[in-house]
C-alpha cells in the first residue's frame, strides 16, 4: 500500500463485467479521509494494483456558465490515477445533486463538489467507463500456511534469491540490480561526522516537485487538536513528547528568519497520536505521516526503500541458545541518533502550537530520521553495521555481535562465561557510541542457574517439576523479558510461555477487557464461536522456535478441521458447529498447561566436551508431520546430554494424500531445517543423524531422483544422497 497503512492480508474474489470471475491476493486496510471541515471519517477498503485507467483532465470552461457561484477550482478534475473508489456499502459518503443542466449534474458530498453526466460542449472529452466490481471476503491470507502442503516452514533456499545468476551462494543475501542501486544510494548518503551518522535520504525524484501542502498540513493540524482536547491528560502528553523531541535536539523550531530566507524545497509532514496502553516506555506515541498524499504526491514515493537487511531472527535465535551465559540489549531511540541533512529538515516541517496558552502556530523541522519515513529502517540499519565495520579490527568480538546477532534495535548473544558477557557488552557500548548510538540497558542470565549442573543435566526434569509445584507457573513475571518476541526468565535462564485468551471486542485494535483464566474459560467463552474467533486466539502464540510444537499443531488440526466436512462452507463469521465448539473448548482450557513448560535457554549441558553432534527425528501421519532438532553432547564422565534446539510442523494439506508422500514430505522438512541450523549455528557438527519413521522413505532417498514421478523426485532431488546418508 503506497500509504504505509497496516493491513490485514486476506484473498479477493473479484466479479467483472461479464461474469468473469479472477482472484488475488490483497490487504484489507482501515483508511482515513479527511473531509472539508477537518472531520476524519475511517473506511474499510480493500488495496488493488489499479482501480482503473488514469483519468483525463476536463477542460471546463465550456460548462462554468451554467452553475451559479461556483468556483472553477472546486470542480476541476485534474489528469492522473484513481486513488480510492467508495462503493455503495458507504452510500451515505456519495456525492448528491445540487444543481443541474440538463443531463449534467453538480453534485456535493462532505469532501467536495464534482460533475456527473454529460453535455455537448464537453462531447469532445473521451469517455471513461469504471467497471463494477462485487468483492467477497474469501479468506485471511495467513490461514494457507495451515494447509499449503510446499509451505513447510523452513523454505527451500534457492541458489539465487534475485538475480537467477546461478552463482550466489545458497542462502546468501541476493539483490536485484534495481535493489542494489537503491542500497548505494543509501551508503554513500551517510556521512560520519564526529560522534554521529549524518543520513542523505535516497530521493529517486526531485524534490522540487514536491508541493506546497502547509494548508493541507494545518487542516491536519486542527483536526488532531480537536481529538486531544477530548482528552486533557492525553493532550499534555503529546505536548510533552514535542518539547522532549525538541529537548532532545530531534526536532528544532524555525525562526521566521529562517522561514523566509531558504529557498529550497519544502514539505510540511502531518502529526497524530498512537496510543499503546500496554507500553510502559512511551504509551502514546507520536507519528509522522510521510506517507500522506497531497495532490497525488506523497513523500514516500520519493524515497527508495532498499533491500531488506535485517538479519534471519530464527538464526539469532538459535545462536542465543548456544553459550552458557546469554545477554540481550536495546538500542535507545535508534533512529533519532542519526541526523539529517538541511534539504532532508525542510522537507521534514511539521506545524504545532501550544493550545492551552493559546499561542499562535509554529514551525518545526525534524532533524533526525524519522520513524514513518520509507528508507528510515535501512539507513538505521546501514548505518549501526558501518559503525561496527569501522572498529571490526579493534573491537572484533562487539563487532561480530552488532553484525550478526542484531535485529532492528534489539541485541541478543551467547558466550561462554558471565566475564566474557559484560567484556562484550561493555565493548559494544563503546562501539555504538562512535556512531552517536546509545545502549538502553543490558540483561544477563543468572549466574547461578549457569552454575548448577543439576539444572543443566539431562535429570533437569526434576528441577522443572519442582519449579512448576512451588509457582503454579514455570515463568517467574518479575524475571520475565522477551528477546524477539520470546518469553525469556532471566534469573531461571529458561524460556517459557503465557496464555492469553481474550473473546472481547477489540476497540482501537485493543481488546476491551481483562484475559480469561483456566477457571473462567468454561462459564465465558462465548456461546458461538467462529473461524475469525479461533483464528485471533491461535495467531497470539508466538513459537519461532517450535518449543510449542505440541500445542500449535493441534490448533492448526482443529483449524484443519473447519474446513472439511461440515464447516467446509461456512464463512468467517458463521458459527462452528458443537461439538468442534466442544474440541475448541477443551483445547483452550488445556492451553494453559503450556505455561507449565519451560525449555532451557542454553542447548549445552555442562561438562560438554568436544564439538555437538546434531540429530533430527521426523514423523508424519495422515494429519500433520512435523520434525525436530537435537543437539547431542558428550560429557567428561563419558555419557551424553541432548537438548531441543527447535522444531517444525505442518498439518497435511485438505486434498487427501497419501502416507507415503506425507512422509517424504516429513523427512525433507527435516532437511531443510537442519540445513538451516547448519548455517546459523556458529559451532561445527561432527555427525548428523537422520531418523525418519519410514522404510520406503529411507529407500526412495538413496537413489537418485529419476525414475520417480515430479513430486517424489523433486523432493529427492534436494541433495538428499549428501544430506540423508550420515
Known sequence: CELSLDGEEIRLSVVKVGGVKEEMRSSVYKLPLIDESGETVNFRVYGIDRIS??????????????????????????????????????AGYHPEREQSSGHLLLLKNRFGRCLGGSHTSMAENTLKLIQHATVHHVARINIEIFFDTESLGVECSPRCGSCHCGRCPIGGKSFTLKKERELNLIEEGLTHEGDHWVARYPWIRSPDDLPNNKEAALIMLGSTEKRLQKNKPLLETYKEQI????????????????????????????????????????????????????????????????PDLMNNLLGILVRFREGPVAFVGDIRKMYHAIKISVLDQHTHRFLWRDVSQDSG?????????????????????????????????????????????????????????MVTARETSGQIDDLVKVGGFQIKHWIYSSENVNDDSANRSLGSKSVCEKQIQNTGTACSEGDE???????????????????????????????????????????????????????????????????????????????????????????????????????????????????KVTFRRCVKPVGAV??????????????????????RWQLENGTFGANLLAAKSRVTPIRKTTIVRTELNEALLSKRLSAFIKKEYRLIFEKEYFFVDSEIVRAMIQKDSYGFNTYAAVRIGEDSRRNFSK
Not at 510540511?268 to 507519528?287: A, D, F, M, W
Request: charged share 20%; proline share 6%; aromatic share 10%.
Open 243 to 306: 518539547q522532549d523531541m525538541v529537548q532532545r535536539g530531534v526536532a528544532r523550531k524555525l525562526t521566521q528568519a529562517e522561514i523566509e530566507n531558504y529557498d529550497g524545497p519544502v514539505y510540511y509532514l502531518s502529526h497524530h497520536e498512537v496510543l499503546k496502553p500496554e507500553s510502559t516506555s512511551t504509551p502514546c506515541r507520536i507519528v509522522f505521516n510521510s506517507s500522506a498524499k497531497f495532490q497525488g504526491h506523497s513523500l514516500n514515493n520519493y524515497w527508495a526503500k532498499g
Open 610 to 631: 568436544g564439538n555437538p553432534a546434531l540429530v533430527m527425528f521426523s514423523d508424519g501421519s495422515d494429519q500433520a508431520y512435523g520434525t525436530c532438532a537435537y543437539v
Open 481 to 595: 523479558q522477551k528477546v524477539l518476541g520470546v518469553r525469556w526468565d532471566s534469573n531461571r535462564d529458561e524460556f517459557c510461555f503465557k496464555t492469553q485468551l481474550n473473546f472481547t471486542p477489540k476497540i482501537k485494535k485493543l481488546r476491551s477487557g481483562p484475559n480469561l483464566t483456566q477457571e473462567q474459560v468454561p462459564a465465558l467463552i462465548p456461546p458461538i464461536l467462529t473461524k475469525r474467533m479461533v483464528l485471533s486466539q491461535i495467531n497470539g502464540i508466538y513459537d519461532p522456535l517450535g518449543l510449542a510444537a505440541p500445542f500449535t499443531l493441534r490448533a492448526k488440526i482443529l483449524m484443519r478441521k473447519l474446513w472439511i466436512g461440515e464447516s467446509k462452507d461456512l464463512t468467517w463469521d458463521d458459527p462452528i458447529p458443537a461439538s468442534l465448539r466442544e474440541e475448541w473448548l477443551r483445547f483452550f482450557i488445556e492451553l494453559f498447561n503450556m505455561e
Open 53 to 90: 485507467s488514469p483519468m483525463e483532465g476536463i477542460n471546463l470552461n465550456g460548462v462554468m456558465h451554467l452553475f451559479q457561484n461556483i468556483n472553477k477550482q472546486e470542480i476541476q478534475r485534474p489528469n492522473g490515477e484513481i486513488d480510492v473508489l467508495i462503493g455503495y456499502e458507504y
Open 361 to 417: 502556530t509554529s514551525t518545526y523541522v525534524m532533524t533526525s530520521v524519522s520513524f514513518g519515513d520509507k528508507p528510515a529502517g535501512n539507513i538505521a540499519t546501514v548505518a549501526l553495521r558501518k559503525t561496527a565495520e569501522m572498529q571490526k579490527d579493534d573491537l572484533p568480538n562487539a563487532s561480530d555481535t552488532i553484525l550478526n546477532n542484531t535485529y532492528v534495535d534489539d541485541i541478543a548473544d551467547s558466550v561462554e562465561t
